[in-house]
């Protein structure tokens, strides 16, 4: 069963905006990790953020982390063409650090 | 500039026959994941390995998938039969260490079972 859930599944935007997914998830957690795919190709690890932090910044990328509402978010800032691609959460579960639990994505469209 | 490698990268084959897939995961690294992603189900992971060692295959149907790692250098997927609900992207993916950390992933088999 999916753990996460990205929102919203679809994002169109312009080139410079700014793009914000979210995920939720359902069980205590280790650490959420953000990662992209663009189409054809094999997922691209982001970024980590452990469930002591609440916020991590790598370049453009902004991810947030709230554990008392079991929600993540992942800010693109200025973002490009080449950003097009799905966003997939996954997180790594408390007492079962086995397995990461993977979400449905959220495929971004970003138009120049 | 290390990468995990699979092949084949496109797979056509026919309802019974058997499908072979291979992974080259990242030199060094101890734990290698199989993965299976169809629209309708995303990515579900079908077993991984550490230090080579079977941990979890409860995603994987018994009766017709398995998986083995030879070797530190080699994880193979197997379908027989193969039937067309098997039509997917198949993702191998390493990584280091024992916690679950960063993953990385291959370019990916997609199978087509007619």
């Known amino acids: 069963s999916q753990q996460g859930e990205e929102d919203p599944q679809a994002l169109s935007i312009q080139e410079g905006e700014n793009a914000t997914m979210n995920c939720s998830y359902k069980t205590s957690i280790n650490n959420l990790q953000w990662y992209r795919q663009n189409s054809g190709r094999g997922l691209v690890h982001l970024i980590l953020i452990r469930s002591n932090e609440r916020e991590k910044h790598s370049g453009r990328l902004r991810v947030t982390l709230d554990t008392s509402k079991k929600s993540s978010s992942l800010l693109i800032t200025a973002s490009r063409a080449a950003d097009t691609a799905s966003y997939f959460c996954?997180?790594?579960?408390?007492?079962?650090?086995?397995?990461?639990?993977w979400g449905l994505g959220t495929s971004l469209a970003v138009n120049p | 500039d290390a990468r995990v490698t699979q092949t084949p990268r496109h797979k056509v084959t026919e309802m019974g026959q058997e499908v072979t897939m291979r992974c080259q995961p990242i030199?060094?690294?101890?734990?290698v994941f199989w993965y299976r992603q169809t629209m309708m189900q995303g990515l579900e992971l079908l077993a991984y390995?550490?230090?080579?060692?079977?941990?979890?295959d409860s995603g994987m149907p018994k009766d017709r998938f398995s998986a083995e790692m030879p070797d530190a250098t080699l994880a193979t997927l197997k379908i027989q039969p193969s039937e067309p609900r098997d039509s997917a992207v198949y993702f191998c993916?390493?990584?280091?260490?024992?916690?679950?950390?960063?993953?990385?992933f291959g370019p990916g088999t997609r199978l087509t079972v007619t």
């Open positions: 030199l060094g690294h101890n734990t």
């Open positions: 390995f550490r230090n080579r060692a079977p941990l979890d």
């Open positions: 996954a997180t790594s579960n408390a007492g079962n650090n086995r397995k990461l639990i």
């Open positions: 993916a390493s990584g280091q260490g024992q916690g679950f950390y960063e993953q990385y």
